[in-house]
């Protein structure tokens, strides 16, 4: 099941949001269900908002030395199917 983040519609208004709501939940629910409208706790209308995405970092490629010191073995590719070991 997804995870899906929800924030009080007036998140400054005390008299309209409860503390779970003005920071904001998390709810794991089926994706087949309608969004909440309403906070489970206080009632008061909620939104659904976009969440932040995990990605992955960029990293640069190994250089050969790199790539050695890791533990990994270089090869160079010299004919068709030929390779020699660095």
């Known amino acids: 099941m997804p995870i ?3 924030l009080s519609e007036q998140p400054d208004d005390p008299e309209h949001s409860c ?4 920071r904001g939940f998390e709810l794991r629910r089926p994706v087949d269900r ?6 489970p706790l206080c009632r008061h209308p909620v939104r659904k908002v ?3 995405i995990n ?3 960029v990293t640069k490629p190994f250089s050969q030395t790199d790539a050695k010191k890791a533990g ?3 090869l160079e590719k010299r004919d068709d199917g030929v ?4």
């Open 50 to 52: 976009i969440s932040k």
């Open 83 to 86: 390779y020699e070991k660095m």
């Open 55 to 57: 990605t992955p970092t």
């Open 4 to 6: 899906y983040e929800y």
């Open 19 to 22: 503390p779970r709501c003005s």
């Open 72 to 74: 990994f073995t270089v």
């Open 34 to 39: 309608p969004p909440l409208e309403k906070c």
